[in-house]
């Protein structure tokens, strides 16, 4: 039953698909792609809604000032670990897109974010900002939306809920969502569903277990199954 006033968004750790972390160049403006460099941290877009009650009355309920957004900028890698841990440091205030009953839109500036090295070599997440919310969020209350963009690099990204004075707050029913395409052939399915994040979920071992080869047979006919099948039996060896 807290309210939450902060997010807390990290993001840049070393993976199989980044072993070295390098600087973009300092400065608050978006450069051209080919300026930034492959293992920099991504610049991220934030886009937050928080609503001042539990209905939405259609789209224009976004086009004003519940709506406010923010540019993350890596600039610079040199600050060391300990200085990420500061909510005070890299202190972000997304702007809104548009004024209440106005027509009038804001151009999102672009924040600074000091990064570290230091954070990166030891496994760490690399950046970190406390962006404050422009509504607090209310125990229960669930009509707020985040959505985040990484720009020029893939990023992995780790969200927290932070009160100052109280630590991180837990989320309460979380589901993540799984969006997998599968493919038989020049066919493809895509499949999204929301699943439990508990570890009470039964995996299956296998769905087929053979120890040689797989031959299936498969016939389109309105005139029964033909009795002469395709699979050739493999005789076992002596």
Do not use: H
Not at 26 to 46: E, Q, T
Not at 54 to 62: E, L, M, R, Y
Not at 127 to 133: E, Q
Not at 194 to 216: F, M
């Amino acid at each position: 039953n807290k309210e939450v006033s902060v997010i807390r968004i990290q993001w840049m750790m070393k993976s199989d698909k980044v072993s070295t972390i390098s600087s973009a160049d300092s400065g608050d403006s978006l450069p051209k792609r080919s300026m930034w460099p492959a293992d920099a941290p991504a610049l991220l877009r934030i886009q937050m809604a928080t609503p001042d009650s539990t209905t939405v009355n259609g789209q224009q309920s976004f086009d004003s000032s519940i709506v406010s957004t923010a540019f993350l900028r890596p600039s610079g890698i040199r600050v060391p670990r300990n200085l990420l841990d500061g909510v005070g440091f890299n202190a972000v205030s997304p702007q809104a897109a548009r004024a209440a009953s106005s027509t009038t839109n804001v151009t999102a500036s672009v924040s600074p974010i000091a990064c570290s090295k230091e954070a990166f070599d030891n496994n760490q997440y690399a950046c970190s900002a406390y962006v404050t919310l422009p509504r607090k969020l209310v125990a229960g209350n669930s009509m707020a939306f985040l959505r985040l963009m990484s720009i020029y690099n893939d990023a992995d990204v780790r969200l927290s809920f932070d009160n100052i004075g109280d630590g991180t707050v837990k989320f309460d029913g979380v589901q993540p969502k799984v969006d997998s395409t599968g493919r038989a052939g020049d066919i493809y399915r895509r499949v999204s569903s929301r699943v439990s994040p508990s570890n009470e979920i039964n995996y299956p071992e296998y769905a087929v277990d053979v120890t040689g080869s797989l031959c299936k047979d498969f016939s389109v006919t309105n005139q029964g199954v033909p009795s002469a099948l395709t699979c050739k039996v493999v005789p076992e060896e002596q």
